[in-house]
């Protein structure tokens, strides 16, 4: 039997983050918490990109010109949708999940899912960085595994044929 391995260090990885500018506070400690993990498990500052969008909605579009760019091993994207009266929080989180999905789908490239997707603010807090931890601290790990498993997979650099 073989098994593929997923390692755990950046070292010379690079990643692109594309973060949500809408509920601000909660975006900013979900990029504190990814940027902390990425350079912990040894990822070059000059190395990590990142690319501000106005919302959740607009993150598949960037998550896609990133990953079809070819200069990254992996993206992660961040940000928050929080649950209000109108259905317009289903809208939201479904394009924003689909489209994370179809990027990676289509790219090759390990896109990561990082949007918090919550039924009001203090669930939020508690995933940027409260009682429920960092959530941009896992994407992170998840971007770093997913890399070193698409290389060890053959799946190659992005880019390479």
Not at 10 to 19: D, E, P, Q, S, Y
Not at 69 to 81: M, N
Not at 139 to 159: I, K, T, Y
Request: hydrophobic share 45%; aromatic share 6%.
């Amino acid at each position: 039997m073989k098994t593929y391995g997923a390692g755990r260090s950046a070292l010379g990885l690079r990643f692109g983050i594309v973060v949500s500018r809408f509920n601000h506070p909660i975006s900013s400690a979900l990029l504190d918490g990814c940027l902390r993990e990425l350079e912990t498990r040894g990822a070059a500052s000059d190395e990590i990109h990142v690319a501000w969008v106005p919302g959740a909605f607009e993150i598949p579009f960037a998550a896609r010109a990133l990953a079809a760019s070819g200069r990254y091993d992996a993206i992660v994207t961040l940000g928050a949708v929080i649950r209000g009266g109108t259905p317009h929080f289903d809208h939201v989180c479904r394009a924003a999940t689909d489209g994370v999905r179809e990027a990676a789908r289509d790219t090759g490239v390990p896109v990561v899912f990082g949007v918090l997707t919550t039924d009001d603010m203090e669930q939020a807090l508690a995933r940027a960085g409260g009682s429920e931890g960092n959530k941009g601290q896992e994407v992170a790990l998840a971007a770093v595994e997913m890399a070193r498993l698409r290389a060890s997979l053959g799946a190659g650099p992005p880019g390479a044929v």
